[in-house]
């Protein structure tokens, strides 16, 4: 028996060994985390909730820019939808914070395996909507510069 066994038997006997040379070493009870039940493969992030809010304003922007579109297009034909026209002309701005919003948040939320196809279809959505939100501000454009 070397000095530093402890004594298990006799008058000197140590019950309870002392947690002093277990935190010298390193092996106390709480030095390590416990072993991951998974295999130790982190899980990807929950976004589903970022996908389908991408989807929804990329269908939002699709929408309203189509609606947009259509209201310009009928204004020629009919005066009474000249004050619709101005109005959702105004809207355009909301349009592309939309579209930039919904994207953004599409192209985060397709490295989440829940959701990837709502994010993927939130992307197509928004870069739709983006592409006819150009080529409506370039026609609203040209027809003030026309004007």
């Not at 820019?65 to 939808?81: K, M, P, R």
């Not at 080529?135 to 510069?145: T, Y």
Request: glycine fraction near 12%; include cysteine.
């Amino acid at each position: 028996m070397s000095q530093f066994d402890l004594e298990t038997e006799g008058p000197f006997a140590v019950k309870n060994p002392p947690d002093f040379y277990r935190e010298q070493d390193g092996y106390g009870p709480d030095r390590y985390a416990p072993y991951p039940q998974d295999g130790g493969r982190r899980s990807r992030p929950y976004r589903y909730g970022m996908a389908l809010t991408g989807f929804i304003l990329g269908l939002f922007s699709v929408l309203s820019t189509g609606t947009v579109l259509l209201l310009i297009l009928f204004a020629t034909q009919h005066d009474f939808l000249a004050f619709w026209v101005g109005l959702s002309v105004l809207s355009l701005p909301l349009i592309a914070i939309a579209g930039i919003t919904g994207l953004v948040l599409s192209i985060i939320a397709v490295r989440s395996s829940r959701g990837a196809k709502f994010a993927i279809a939130g992307i197509c959505l928004n870069a739709l909507g983006m592409l006819a939100f150009g080529f409506l501000s370039l026609a609203v454009l040209i027809g003030i510069m026309a004007a």
